[in-house]
């Protein structure tokens, strides 16, 4: 992990990352990738999954990571300084960032695997979802997707999913810029898959219960409480249960992922 941590600019000592890293180590290896593969990742944000590809792939293996946001987003840290960092890093000769680019508009080309890794929920709706399904089916030879699991099997996970439905909400009827845009569930991402042509081979639950971003999402939910008092009445109702569940007296985890793949 200390490589990676370096590659990624983070000294040792920071918890965080350290457990961002873990988890994304666990999804690779549950994506079952090979030294010299030639990967797709949709939605890279700073790269966090990104590097772990990379290491993965090998010295003769190539990463395209892509992002429709901009480089200027994200904080506390963004996007285009994160990328900057790693693209400067002993992995950067790996990977190929393409920040600010919609995926649908990129001319097609071979790669044995298509990563979605948390990237799902910013969707806007099915169907652009299931556009990009469709080529990268055209594209790659397997695709593995990632994502949080909403059937959550410990109360404590209870917050995490509140705040994604809240924020869903939010985005929805408030300010459409949200980050969570459209709540997937594993069934409805494996029937999409299968619209798309893919035939799902296997899928698994991973540990991500120790997490921060349960309540990342929790204290972000409770920041846009105020802005629901102008939406309509039965929104107003939806979303007062929903914030009913983010007042647990125990610490909140967060959900765990799912993930699926296909040929």
């Avoid at 994304?24 to 790269?47: H, P, T």
């Amino acid at each position: 992990m200390e490589h990676l941590l370096a590659s990624m600019k983070i000294t040792g000592d920071d918890k965080v990352q350290r457990s961002q890293l873990k988890h994304r180590q666990s999804l690779v290896n549950a994506f079952g990738l090979k030294e010299g593969m030639r990967i797709l990742e949709i939605g890279c944000g700073q790269g966090d999954t990104t590097v772990v590809l990379a290491d993965a792939v090998g010295g003769k293996g190539r990463v395209l990571a892509v992002d429709i946001a901009d480089p200027g987003y994200g904080a506390p840290v963004t996007l285009g300084e994160a990328t900057s960092e790693i693209a400067a890093s002993a992995l950067g000769s790996r990977i190929d960032f393409k920040l600010q680019t919609d995926f649908l508009d990129l001319p097609e080309e071979s790669f044995d695997v298509a990563i979605l890794s948390h990237s799902s929920w910013y969707f806007r709706n099915p169907e652009q979802l299931l556009a990009y399904f469709k080529k990268m089916r055209r594209m790659a030879k397997r695709i593995c997707i990632a994502e949080w699991d909403i059937n959550f099997p410990r109360m404590a996970q209870r917050p995490h999913f509140a705040s994604a439905a809240i924020l869903a909400l939010y985005s929805e009827f408030i300010d459409n810029e949200g980050n969570i845009q459209h709540v997937f569930n594993s069934l409805q991402l494996q029937e999409m898959l299968d619209a798309a042509g893919w035939t799902v081979q296997k899928t698994a639950v991973i540990d991500a219960s120790y997490l921060q971003d349960g309540a990342w999402e929790a204290d972000y939910a409770k920041s846009v409480k105020q802005a629901f008092f102008g939406v309509p009445s039965r929104v107003q109702s939806l979303a007062a249960s929903l914030f009913e569940m983010l007042e647990v007296d125990e610490e909140a985890e967060s959900l765990d992922s799912f993930v699926i793949i296909a040929e």
